[in-house]
């Protein structure tokens, strides 16, 4: 088939040569980066329990004052990819009772919706190395109304919508801050920090803010493995150049800052700032320059405040927070030496006007700068050169035929997929047993969560789904997170999926981790779809990385023999699972025993195996062709994915999950007996199988004469397969004939390999395209709208169990009643979908059509999946007619006033309806596939439609 490779990579930029020198290791140009978590409080990682209750073990409120164990968070921070070295703006309106240190929210038993970031910031720009990154913050003038936040959300049930901190009225009269944050690196190991405040008020306002470096805490744990260290420092600045004459006529220094020291494996850094420049009230007139306090303390808990026992050291975590809110000047270190340091900034701005902080961290073994070239017209140049670098890179990147607006949302898609990179530090063994120097963990955590994932060492910088509501990585996630990824970084897409299969986090017996809260949880088995995407799109055919996949292969056999012993529990290929990542989707809660006994034989963890079986063959067949050794475990997969045809699908020796009365694949229930019946519940589970499908090229069959030899067995020996299933058809229906050759100068064959026949194919396709069932105006909803009114029921052992259409936030709390599978559109999905159409036509061209409701016609698989793709971007681009973003929902008024219209959320699912965002809000993990819609937009108005997925 023809490949998916991006063309503009053979362009050259600056970006693609400081990726190039970073990938062989010429230039450590992704050292520094946005890695800082935006919440470290109620984590698994943290939480030392004896009850695993992580949100009450660590909380918000402690986290401004407790030393983290395994990471750190800061408020659009950066720090190194060993999170040793950390700088993010700390902030005060004058109102708040607390120092802005980080991203509020609420924890899961507060929201009535599970967790949720109650914070307005946006991911704005980044290129793949972060040699330039811009993000932005909204803050209130008026007091944060954390109590408020909290009370309403308490007061409300789980049938209504969350209260958001737009809905509390404090951005309603212009009256908050924009704090923008950019970074720019004139070399890998030299950032520029610009921290620009925007006063939108139309009256003067006053903003305290504190640039803060410090250094992760690896001292005080006793801890024995690589990463802990220790102590370093951070003394002040000496060499801070002559003074210089300022406006005012007074003589004033020309920065300030702080030297770091004793580091065992990070060199000496230091931290400048410059003056800030505040506008003028007045027009015309220069701007003011405002001086920094320099502070310091430690990185260390504050003990005697939190749990009444003396203080390891006098000087403590929370001290600027008191120093700036309380007054307590004592509070910070008169020693000369700390681990955390600040410059503290008290800037008055006037309506309308702006403030600009400018710091510059380095480190010591780079090439010497005087003190003034360090600041001034350089400075602002360079970070001109980056942003002009950054354009041209993306300008390779993004397709021409992209309107502005469709390439504002594409570009701010990569953005939050990059700004989402995080330093995620987790080793099972140490967190179980507890450090040397701190009191023993109860014993019941031995026996509880994770405690047979004892071999997992994780402390690298990974694709979070999202860095507040999820600063974990999740694997499912991940693979999806890989394919937009792939379009700006494919040596990092190749790095995050080969990292999940290393022994240090798959599992000795081949399962895959799934994410802190329960790595032993079952993920639908994506991963080896993304491989084998990435391994297409990262390189034209003859370049293509086949190390990367081989090696990936090699593990995946393992994780794939896992699934079939854990799995399949009859040995019949029918697969269970459990809730396979689509939470609340069923009747019961598909990750708990069932009633009574009974078991489930689920359609799509049957469906799933499929699909992972025939990506494998696709990857045998791929590596088959440069080591014929590899034709033999081809023949294997090709053989398990007809005998899970002929299970899914039934046969004379076992019924299938298919009901031909409905036309729909569904989840059976097999009870203790062994009697079965099915689960007529329409949701995405019938839609999973048709996701496996594979297209043969004749071509590739001739060159591999051991592949071919098994097929000529099957095809002689499984006639009754073609009633039931898409067996090595043609786009005619006629069976594969491996001894037909065609004539000179013919196109050769193409057949395809799948669960449904062409009919059942049709018949789901019907469902799917019913505006009534699973059509919505934004996507694909996760389950048929006919339950809207008439829910759907089942009585159980005595319980009535009722299940009905919810296209918004769950009405249940099942897992968190965070996650809603019961109607909403969710990206991944309908990704997957648009890809399996793509590849259903390229095997049966124009001729096989479905009527679909909302054009009124018949449309062929290509216009079907084109149709999908524009629907999806939909969500994000802004309305022709209304001039609003159907993703922003009922916040939409706030969006179109100044400061705010260029601002795209990429939440984690969708209102079908409405295509108002739910869930986490900065998604832009699986989100970010909508770049990848906007590609496929694209290429349909290039006329090469079918460049994208095959």
């Known amino acids: 088939m023809a490949g998916s490779f991006n063309p503009a990579w053979e362009a050259h930029t600056a970006e693609q040569d400081r990726l190039e020198e970073d990938g062989r290791r010429a230039a450590n140009w992704k050292r520094w980066g946005p890695y800082l978590s935006e919440r470290q409080w109620g984590t698994v990682r943290e939480d030392y329990s004896p009850d695993g209750s992580a949100w009450d073990y660590f909380t918000h409120d402690q986290a401004r004052s407790r030393t983290y164990r395994w990471g750190e968070d800061g408020l659009l921070g950066i720090c190194d990819r060993e999170c040793r070295l950390c700088l993010a703006p700390a902030l005060w309106n004058g109102?708040?009772?607390?120092?802005?240190?980080?991203?509020?929210?609420?924890?899961?038993p507060e929201?009535?919706?599970?967790?949720?970031?109650?914070?307005?910031?946006?991911?704005?720009?980044?290129?793949?190395?972060?040699?330039?990154?811009?993000?932005?913050y909204k803050y209130p003038q008026a007091e944060y109304p954390y109590a408020k936040l909290i009370e309403k959300n308490r007061g409300r049930s789980k049938d209504e919508p969350e209260y958001e901190i737009e809905d509390t009225g404090v951005f309603s009269d212009g009256r908050y801050w924009d704090v923008q944050a950019e970074y720019a690196k004139d070399s890998p190991d030299d950032v520029l920090v610009r921290y620009t405040l925007f006063?939108?008020?139309?009256?003067?306002?006053?903003?305290?803010?504190?640039?803060?470096?410090?250094?992760?805490?690896?001292?005080?744990?006793?801890?024995?493995?690589?990463?802990?260290?220790?102590?370093?420092?951070?003394?002040?600045?000496?060499?801070?150049?002559?003074?210089?004459?300022?406006?005012?006529?007074?003589?004033q220094q020309n920065m300030w800052g702080f030297d770091t020291g004793a580091h065992e494996t990070l060199e000496d850094m230091y931290l400048r700032g410059a003056a800030a420049e505040v506008d003028s009230a007045k027009p015309g007139e220069p701007p003011t320059l405002v001086a920094p306090t320099p502070l310091l303390t430690e990185n260390e808990t504050n003990s005697r405040m939190l749990f009444g026992v003396d203080n390891y050291t006098p000087f403590v975590k929370d001290a600027f927070h008191r120093y700036v809110i309380h007054g307590e000047h004592t509070a910070v270190s008169d020693l000369g030496r700390g681990t955390k340091a600040g410059l503290y900034y008290v800037l008055k701005v006037p309506a309308r006007g702006k403030a600009v902080i400018r710091l510059r961290?380095?480190?010591?073994?780079?090439?010497?700068?005087?003190?003034?070239?360090?600041?001034?017209?350089?400075?602002?140049?360079?970070?001109?050169?980056?942003?002009?670098?950054?354009?041209?890179?993306?300008?390779?990147?993004?397709?021409?035929e992209l309107t502005p607006d469709e390439r504002l949302v594409q570009r701010q898609a990569f953005a939050g997929l990059l700004w989402s990179k995080q330093f995620y530090h987790y080793i099972v063994s140490d967190w179980l047993k507890g450090d040397r120097d701190q009191p023993t963990p109860p014993r019941e955590r031995l026996s509880g969560r994770n405690a047979d994932w004892m071999h997992l060492f994780n402390r690298d910088i990974i694709s979070m789904p999202d860095k507040w509501e999820y600063p974990w990585y999740a694997a499912w996630d991940l693979a999806f997170h890989m394919i937009p990824m792939c379009r700006v970084d494919p040596a990092f897409a190749k790095e995050q999926l080969t990292m999940?299969?290393?022994?240090?986090?798959?599992?000795?017996?081949?399962?895959?981790?799934?994410?802190?809260?329960?790595?032993?949880?079952?993920?639908?088995?994506?991963?080896?779809?993304?491989?084998?995407?990435?391994?297409?799109?990262?390189?034209?055919?003859?370049?293509?990385?086949?190390?990367?996949?081989?090696?990936?292969?090699q593990k995946l056999l393992l994780n794939f023999t896992w699934w079939v012993n854990r799995k399949d529990k009859d040995g019949k290929n029918i697969f269970g699972g459990g809730f396979l990542g689509l939470d609340n989707i069923g009747v019961f809660?598909?990750?708990?025993?069932?009633?009574?006994?009974?078991?489930?034989?689920?359609?799509?963890?049957?469906?799933?195996?499929?699909?992972?079986?025939?990506?494998?063959?696709?990857?045998?067949?791929?590596?088959?062709?440069?080591?014929?050794?590899?034709?033999?475990?081809?023949?294997?997969?090709?053989?398990?994915?007809?005998?899970?045809?002929?299970?899914?699908?039934?046969?004379?020796?076992?019924?299938g999950l298919w009901d031909e009365e409905a036309g729909f694949y569904f989840d059976h229930l097999v009870n203790e007996s062994g009697s079965r019946c099915a689960l007529k519940l329409r949701t995405m589970v019938g839609l999973v199988p048709l996701f496996a499908c594979f297209?043969?090229?004749?071509?590739?069959?001739?060159?591999?004469?051991?592949?071919?030899?098994?097929?000529?067995?099957?095809?002689?020996?499984?006639?009754?397969?073609?009633?039931?299933?898409?067996?090595?058809?043609?786009?005619?229906?006629?069976?594969?004939?491996?001894?037909?050759?065609?004539?000179?100068?013919?196109?050769?064959?193409?057949?395809?390999?799948?669960?449904?026949?062409?009919?059942?194919?049709?018949?789901?396709?019907?469902?799917?395209?019913?505006?009534?069932?699973?059509?919505?105006?934004?996507?694909?909803?996760?389950?048929?709208?006919?339950?809207?009114?008439?829910?759907?029921?089942?009585?159980l052992s005595g319980e009535r169990h009722t299940v009905s259409y919810q296209p918004a936030e769950s009405n249940t709390y099942l897992f968190g009643g965070n996650s809603n599978w019961r109607g909403p559109i969710w990206m991944p999905m309908n990704w997957l979908l648009i890809e399996c159409l793509e590849r259903y036509y390229y095997s049966f061209g124009s001729s096989f059509k479905v009527f679909c409701e909302a054009s009124g016609k018949e449309l062929d698989l290509l216009e079907i999946s084109d149709m999908l793709s524009e629907r999806l971007a939909n969500l994000f681009l802004e309305s022709p007619d209304t001039k609003t973003r159907p993703t922003l929902g009922r916040q939409n008024p706030l969006y179109t006033k100044e400061g705010w219209q260029d601002l795209v959320l990429f939440y984690e699912y969708f209102h079908p309806e409405t295509g108002a965002g739910c869930g986490a809000s900065h998604q832009t993990g699986w989100t970010a596939l909508v770049a990848r819609c906007l590609d496929k937009i694209a290429l349909k108005r290039r006329n090469q439609p079918n460049e994208i997925i095959v």
């Not at 009535?112 to 793949?128: C, F, M, Q, V």
């Not at 895959?512 to 080896?528: K, L, S, T």
């Open 199 to 251: 006063n939108r008020s139309s009256e003067a306002a006053t903003i305290h803010v504190i640039p803060t470096m410090w250094f992760r805490n690896t001292w005080i744990w006793g801890c024995q493995h690589f990463g802990c260290h220790k102590k370093p420092r951070i003394v002040p600045a000496k060499d801070l150049g002559q003074p210089q004459q300022q406006q005012q006529g007074n003589q």
């Open 695 to 795: 297209v043969l090229e004749e071509e590739d069959i001739v060159k591999l004469p051991g592949f071919k030899k098994r097929l000529d067995w099957f095809l002689k020996n499984s006639h009754d397969l073609a009633k039931q299933v898409s067996f090595l058809i043609d786009e005619t229906g006629q069976q594969l004939d491996t001894n037909y050759r065609p004539a000179e100068g013919t196109k050769p064959k193409r057949y395809l390999l799948a669960l449904p026949s062409r009919d059942r194919l049709r018949r789901v396709l019907g469902a799917m395209l019913s505006r009534d069932e699973f059509l919505a105006p934004f996507g694909i909803r996760s389950m048929s709208r006919q339950y809207e009114l008439k829910p759907f029921e089942l009585e």
């Open 111 to 136: 929201g009535n919706h599970g967790e949720d970031a109650k914070e307005l910031y946006y991911y704005l720009d980044s290129t793949p190395t972060h040699s330039y990154m811009k993000a932005l």
């Open 500 to 553: 999940m299969l290393r022994e240090w986090y798959m599992h000795p017996n081949g399962q895959i981790p799934a994410y802190e809260f329960a790595f032993g949880d079952v993920n639908p088995p994506v991963h080896a779809w993304a491989v084998l995407r990435v391994y297409r799109m990262s390189a034209p055919p003859e370049k293509r990385d086949r190390t990367f996949l081989a090696s990936c292969f």
């Open 95 to 108: 109102r708040d009772p607390i120092l802005k240190e980080r991203l509020f929210g609420l924890t899961g």
């Open 589 to 655: 809660d598909r990750s708990k025993p069932l009633p009574s006994g009974a078991r489930l034989e689920q359609a799509d963890g049957t469906s799933w195996m499929a699909f992972y079986c025939v990506t494998m063959l696709d990857i045998a067949l791929e590596l088959a062709k440069h080591d014929h050794s590899y034709e033999d475990i081809a023949s294997k997969f090709f053989e398990h994915f007809v005998q899970i045809c002929h299970a899914l699908n039934g046969s004379e020796a076992q019924s």
């Open 361 to 400: 961290m380095r480190s010591k073994k780079s090439p010497s700068i005087s003190p003034d070239h360090m600041f001034g017209a350089s400075f602002d140049k360079a970070f001109q050169q980056r942003v002009e670098e950054a354009d041209d890179f993306y300008s390779q990147i993004m397709p021409l």
